[in-house]
């Protein structure tokens, strides 16, 4: 199957710093990405829908100050954490949607914030 | 995209077949019934989708009722690798669709030796 990767796969950082996280997907092009985050224990929520070339479609509650998502290329999406607090602190996951419309998941991205 | 209910939790002996049910009684005719799993720490990983018929493949089988509001994820010979959160989805499939997979709680399975 398709295989879409994240980097980094963990990251510690000090409270109010910035992180950025990349999702790519390997071996087929990807005109749609989303980015989910999962707390302890509980499932994953989409915060986001990443189109290439426009502006991301964030969901409600989600600050898209605060969560700065690029995506440049059809087969790279970027999410930021602009200032970073430790209530951000989660389990990033990003998918990517093929041409058959099948989405695919990364392996995630621990972040924990300081 | 409909609603979709599963237990919380399920346990299963090793090598015997794990059947994870899934209610999802809102479903609409244009609606695919999606399965995938989360073993812990990593991210979800599809197993399988139909839409009315049932679907084999190398990893499981799904078994939907004639009526579409329900369906069965079986793992034939389940193993401690198959310890995981099974999510069970519906949503609108092919080509443009454009719609995202909205995650419910899933059911922990716990395959025990």
């Known amino acids: 199957g398709a295989v879409v990767s994240q980097h980094p796969s963990r990251v510690i950082c000090k409270s109010g710093t910035s992180v950025k996280i990349e999702c790519r997907s390997l071996?087929?092009?990807?005109?749609?990405m989303f980015w989910y985050r999962q707390f302890p224990k509980q499932s994953l929520m989409l915060m986001a829908t990443?189109?290439?070339?426009?502006?991301?479609?964030?969901e409600q509650g989600v600050e898209k100050d605060k969560f700065l998502i690029n995506h440049a290329s059809l087969t790279l999406s970027t999410l930021t954490v602009t200032s970073a607090h430790p209530e951000d602190s989660s389990f990033y996951i990003c998918?990517?949607?093929?041409?058959?419309?099948?989405?695919?998941f990364g392996p995630g991205t621990r972040l924990t914030v300081l | 995209d409909a609603k979709t209910t599963q237990p919380p939790s399920m346990d299963c002996a090793e090598g015997r077949a794990a059947n994870l049910p899934c209610n999802h009684s809102?479903?609409?005719?244009?609606?695919?019934v999606y399965w995938y799993r989360q073993i812990h720490s990593q991210g979800p990983q599809y197993i399988i989708h139909g839409l009315k018929n049932n679907e084999t493949n190398e990893m499981a089988s799904l078994i939907i009722t004639e009526d579409r509001k329900s369906s069965t994820l079986i793992l034939p010979h389940a193993t401690l690798r198959d310890t995981a959160v099974y999510y069970c989805i519906v949503r609108v499939g092919g080509g443009n669709a454009g719609n995202m997979l909205t995650f419910g709680g899933g059911t922990r399975l716990m395959v025990k030796p």
């Open positions: 998918s990517a949607r093929d041409r058959a419309d099948e989405q695919f």
């Open positions: 809102t479903i609409s005719g244009n609606e695919y």
């Open positions: 990443s189109n290439e070339g426009s502006k991301a479609t964030y």
């Open positions: 071996d087929f092009q990807a005109t749609t």
